[in-house]
């Protein structure tokens, strides 16, 4: 595996990191303030700040064709996504935020023509939002073939009808199509060709946003995590993407780009933390010296920098893998990352705010909602349990297989 990056990327590289130095981080305390303003709109910063990006031509750099995107393998995304992490919001400006990214990808490589025609044109443009609705309430959604949404043909129309919630995206005013998952033959003897996915927009009849799901007391507002009831909902049939029992197969697909971008973005965060840890600690006077002083602060900042290496380099390899052998031969090391990435991400900004002390806690830094993020993600695109149950079957099977 090749650490040098392409001259292709180091030139995005520094050209990203300029334009997040100049424009996000002088500009992140105006967005959470026109927020208060308006909880579900676009704050005015944003548009401001998503022009400029397509200007300097830092646009859908996640996408890997050069017909849409920068043309850029997941390998050479990643240092890219890590840049985008140390802001929460920040992706968005690039347009290279979830879930409209996973979305996006399911367009391209699943949807028709007029269905690309009428969403993915849009959402490549940066003109709306989108969300996709999987996980719900009553079940052990963790499972993706117990989802119980049923999506029932009835001539040119298919009807929906279920409860999802959970749906990142889906508060937000701007959001005008979901991907909805559900089955369309419940009683199929193959568990994993029951499912099907549908876009269903917003503004449909029976759609039914019953409130914003919280995180840890956060709306997470623009975007929010809608609770929706699905209720007779019809639409026409050729907005069903590639066909009935398709759907896993089609989520499976989504989900191993998605995973690795929420890791790589995730090391960004943890890289911010670290700098904010360390800088507190240097500046920060206890009994009379500098917190850096003090050997269990030392040991904090020096084992988070050795647990950020390692996320980065585990996730370069997957990446790596993934580019070379593709998502299904680079499963493992997708599982092992999306373990290791989240709860690593956990463990550093957990002591860059015992380090901060109460303000570590409140609004004058990121590192509430940042540590707010990364444990939504230990559960977000499967739960750590599900990815070490799978990874430990693989390895079982493999390792002994071989004999001792």
């Not at 995730?266 to 002083?293: D, N, T």
């Not at 988070?304 to 090391?333: F, P, V, Y």
């Not at 444990?375 to 739960?383: E, Q, V």
């Amino acid at each position: 595996m090749n650490f040098e990056y392409s001259p292709k990327v180091q030139d995005l590289l520094q050209r990203l990191r300029q334009f997040m130095t100049e424009e996000v981080l002088p500009a992140e305390q105006t967005y959470y303030q026109q927020l208060e303003e308006d909880r579900w709109g676009e704050p005015p910063v944003m548009e401001a700040l998503k022009r400029k990006a397509q200007d300097a031509g830092l646009w859908n750099l996640f996408m890997p064709g050069t017909e849409f995107g920068a043309g850029l393998t997941n390998l050479e995304y990643a240092p890219l996504a890590e840049e985008m992490g140390r802001v929460l919001f920040s992706s968005e400006v690039f347009n290279c935020s979830a879930p409209d990214t996973g979305n996006m990808e399911v367009l391209t490589q699943y949807g028709s023509p007029a269905q690309q025609e009428r969403w993915l044109k849009p959402l490549l443009a940066g003109e709306i939002r989108s969300a996709f609705a999987m996980t719900e309430p009553k079940v052990a959604s963790s499972d993706a073939t117990n989802i119980e949404t049923s999506i029932v043909r009835d001539g040119d129309d298919y009807v929906i009808n279920g409860h999802k919630f959970y749906i990142s995206g889906a508060l937000n005013r701007r959001c005008e199509i979901m991907i909805v998952m559900g089955k369309t033959a419940p009683d199929s003897s193959d568990r994993y060709r029951q499912q099907s996915q549908i876009l269903v927009p917003m503004n449909t009849p029976g759609v039914n946003v019953i409130r914003p799901m919280t995180v840890f007391g956060y709306d997470d507002a623009p975007e929010g995590h809608g609770e929706i009831i699905f209720d007779n909902v019809r639409v026409p049939a050729e907005n069903l993407i590639l066909g009935e029992g398709r759907g896993f197969e089609i989520a499976q697909g989504r989900l191993g780009p998605g995973r690795i971008h929420h890791c790589m973005r995730l090391i960004g965060q943890a890289q911010r933390a670290l700098e904010l840890m360390a800088a507190r600690a240097e500046q920060r006077v206890v009994f009379g010296r500098p917190m850096s002083k003090q050997g269990s602060v030392r040991e904090d900042i020096a084992k988070s920098a050795c647990e950020i290496e390692q996320a980065r380099l585990l996730t370069l390899k997957a990446a790596d893998q993934m580019d070379r052998h593709g998502n299904k031969a680079a499963r493992e090391l997708i599982s092992m990352i999306k373990i290791v990435a989240p709860q690593m991400a956990c463990n550093v900004i957990d002591r860059a705010i015992q380090i901060h002390g109460a303000a570590g806690l409140g609004q004058d830094f990121n590192l509430a909602r940042a540590y707010a993020y990364a444990r939504t993600i230990r559960l977000a695109d499967g739960p750590d349990q599900v990815h070490m149950m799978q990874l430990g079957r693989n390895l079982a099977a493999a390792y002994g297989s071989e004999g001792v």
